[in-house]
């Protein structure tokens, strides 16, 4: 099975920028679809942004729009979500997964493959 791990979490004041990654290991992560996820103390998880294989489709949910991108690192073997301008909702645990990737949604299986999880912070 696919391995990810991500990484680039970390703490943060509001207004500032963080850039997570994640990479496979074994696998070249081109040819998937990846999507990052959130989940913050006491809340379901949520939907963040995800790129399909070809990088023709992207998408971001409402809360993260026009201030997160993401991207591939074809050289890293990686997916990259850069966050610019954080606020403190955008506290929680980011995971990176395996997705079909639509410009409207993103769904995941009992067959994706999941990181570990990198903690983001947003706090004066």
């Known amino acids: 099975q696919l391995q990810l791990v991500d990484s680039g979490g970390g703490l943060v004041q509001p207004g500032g920028s963080l850039r997570l990654s994640c990479v496979s290991s074994?696998?070249?992560?081109?040819?998937?679809?990846v999507g990052w996820f959130r989940q913050a103390p006491g809340k379901e998880r949520e939907e963040v942004s995800c790129?399909?294989?070809?990088?023709?489709?992207?998408y971001y949910a409402d809360s993260v729009k026009g201030r997160f991108t993401i991207s591939r690192d074809k050289t890293q073997n990686a997916v990259l979500l850069r966050m610019n301008n954080l606020q403190p909702g955008d506290t929680a645990i980011y995971y990176c997964?395996?997705?079909?990737?639509?410009?409207?949604?993103?769904?995941?299986?009992?067959?994706?493959?999941w990181g570990q999880g990198t903690q983001v912070t947003v706090s004066s």
């Open positions: 790129i399909s294989s070809n990088d023709r489709v992207t």
């Open positions: 997964a395996t997705v079909t990737c639509t410009g409207s949604a993103m769904y995941v299986f009992p067959s994706d493959s």
């Open positions: 074994g696998f070249t992560l081109d040819y998937y679809a």
